[in-house]
């Protein structure tokens, strides 16, 4: 599995950007695909996440905020991040959790991140 991550960049508080995460790959079965973030200093944390089955999930501080959806292609996700805030500045990463059709076990990969800066 390999995670394709765009978006990003920066952004002025109140205004939107979007980050987009593609898993591309062969032999496995995507179960989850969600962005986290982290700031300096701070844990990783839960941004939002699309299960296989649709269900969404949004971390508290993001809810009303952001928004998950499907990608027009298969295995993709789109993060609509609007009234941005400084506090939202933090290096986003994109996360998949699948089953490996060839080792038959679960597994988890990681993107790159991507840099997201909210200036005040």
């Known amino acids: 599995v390999k995670l394709l991550e765009s978006g990003g960049g920066l952004a002025q508080a109140g205004g939107s950007l979007r980050l987009s995460c593609a898993a591309t790959?062969?032999?496995?079965?995507?179960?989850?695909l969600a962005w986290y973030r982290q700031a300096p200093g701070k844990q990783r944390e839960l941004v939002a996440s699309?299960?296989?089955?649709?269900?969404?999930d949004y971390g508290d501080s993001v809810k009303g905020r952001f928004t998950i959806s499907k990608g027009d292609a298969k295995n993709k996700i789109d993060l609509q991040m609007n009234s941005l805030k400084p506090e939202d500045s933090a290096t986003y990463y994109c996360?998949?959790?699948?089953?490996?059709?060839?080792?038959?076990?679960?597994?988890?990969?990681w993107g790159q991140g991507t840099q997201v800066t909210v200036s005040s």
């Open positions: 790959g062969t032999a496995f079965t995507l179960d989850v």
């Open positions: 996360n998949a959790e699948f089953w490996d059709t060839v080792d038959h076990g679960p597994g988890i990969y």
């Open positions: 699309v299960r296989d089955d649709g269900r969404i």
